[in-house]
């Protein structure tokens, strides 16, 4: 806990700092959480699922002699593999990027989040990532808009020591909603 002054009166105020190195599996968390959420990601679903009935439907007709669009079934699995890679592929991306700032230093309290790194720093307040969630390595917090363009990845492994976790918990419950 750290004391900070606020006009006259002393207040106390949680602060948890995370020190990491990011890793492709944050960012291919942060990219399958978000498409969960957002309206891209259910249409996503939607199309997967559209495939797979056609390709079932045309599987079927070729089981039972009628006559199968052999496009269909060879095509449709690879646009459906191609699809569950995307994450993936969008990770890499973002992990490039990522590496040249190797270290990243992020400080969370009440009033939000500030990021460093050895060539930028940033600060974020509640408002422009105003949900998140958590998974098993991290949290995760999005911005409000339909796609949830904005997100920012806070792993676990960046704790100082298993408590903060809890508190960093408490941080996002106070001042965020779960997504």
């Not at 498409?35 to 009935?53: E, I």
């Not at 989040?113 to 974020?124: E, G, V």
């Not at 409000?144 to 990845?153: G, H, I, L, Y």
């Amino acid at each position: 806990m750290v004391m900070v002054m606020d006009m006259g009166r002393d207040a106390e105020q949680d602060v948890v700092e995370l020190v990491y190195q990011p890793v492709a599996g944050d960012y291919v968390g942060a990219l399958r959480e978000r498409r969960r959420f957002s309206r891209a990601g259910r249409v996503r679903t939607a199309v997967l699922a559209l495939l797979a009935v056609g390709w079932v439907l045309s599987a079927g007709a070729a089981a039972f002699g009628g006559d199968a669009d052999w496009f269909v079934l060879v095509y449709l699995p690879l646009l459906a593999g191609l699809l569950f890679m995307v994450p993936h592929l969008q990770a890499r991306q973002v992990m490039k990027a990522s590496l040249r700032n190797v270290e990243h230093r992020v400080t969370v309290t009440d009033a939000g989040m500030s990021m460093a790194t050895a060539i930028s720093t940033a600060s974020l307040d509640w408002a422009a990532q105003p949900c998140y969630r958590e998974t098993k390595d991290a949290f995760l917090t999005f911005s409000e808009d339909r796609n949830a363009t904005c997100f920012s990845v806070l792993p676990k492994r960046g704790v100082h020591n298993p408590a903060d976790v809890d508190r960093l918990r408490e941080i996002l419950d106070r001042n965020l909603t779960r997504a």
